[in-house]
């Protein structure tokens, strides 16, 4: 089996694996006891913040440990809003990840806040000049996401990010998916606010992290015994923060193994495979058409919408193939509907319906990639002959 949706999630790694055994057997106290027990989970969670700090390249203090991107993304949106006495105007995209896309509506529904969602390209990318004139001296937030679930697209964050500063408005982006592949540093990206999620960086699900930058306030979603500097009240995931930033540390050796000897860098090599597998698959699949930027994308992510085809058949004559992957966003599914980030870029519902998604993590190979192709154009033969 070739598994091809890593952009749903990815197996623990065996070091986080073992990273995290010790907390959840001997080391098993609650941080907040008065105990050696106690004492040394808490130890255990300060070096995983620092650890995730030294990858995001901000201070400790700004971490709040959370049960994942969809709180992370929540506590940002809703707690930087609600905090913020700013105004009511809320300023993001149609192809965000639901827990932005819903944080907001909450906002909308219940606080009174106002949305505009900056249009996207063809391509999935926000133009800086549409970003710009949807900011309003009223507006309380902005959030674009680092890297699309869907297509891959890569935004320009720095560069949104200063337009929102210039009008001293706070920016959060959603690096969930861009995690394990584009460095992450705060002050180049520029941002206030940052959400990532471990289960898509090799380590267990139900644990994240919110940047939140120096002083901006932030309302707590949590209430409770006061943990996290009272931001997520809740007894700590000790063992889930060190496999967090276990998986960090891991993603940060990766992707600084550069080309100093004469190797390409991790992120580039993912790259290269990936655009051969594009390349076989527009081959093997004539009239197939790759979605999201051809290349401002995520190395791990390349999805493909198969015109005359249904993209729930195609996922099913592949797996019967051997490969696994998404015919949308996992995040969603059980939802029957066309993909919200297609439709946001333009295409017709039935063509969005046949979107196949294939993204892979760093341990998937070329030669898996290069035998999958072939794969892809057969399931695609198959469905268009059956006329699903
Ligand atoms: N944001 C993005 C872009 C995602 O792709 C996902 C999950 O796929 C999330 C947020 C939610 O993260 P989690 O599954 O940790 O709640």
Redesign the pocket.
Known sequence: MIYLDA???SPVRREVLEAMWPYLTGDFGNPSSHHAVGESAARALAEARTTVATWLGCRASELTFT???????NLAIKGIALANPRGRHIVTTRI?????LESVDYLVRLHGFSVSFVPVGRDGLVAAADFAAALRPDTTLASV?L????VGTIQPIAQLAALAHEHGIPFHT????AAGWLPLDVRTLGVDAL?V????IGAP????VLYVRGRIPVEPLIHGGGQERGRRSGTENVAGAVGLATAARLVMERLAADDGDGRATAASAASKSRDAFIAAVLDEAPGASLTGHPTARLPGTASFVFPGTNGEAVLLELERRGTVCSSG???AAGSEDASHVLLALGYPDDLARTAVRFSWGPDTTAAELAAVAPAVGDAVRTVSALGR
């Open positions: 952009a749903a999630t049960s994942g991107g969809t709180e992370a993304d965000e990840h639901e827990a932005v996401m890297a699309n679930n869907e959603d690096a969930v998916q959400s999620s471990g289960h898509k699900k139900g644990v994240g966003s996992a995040c």
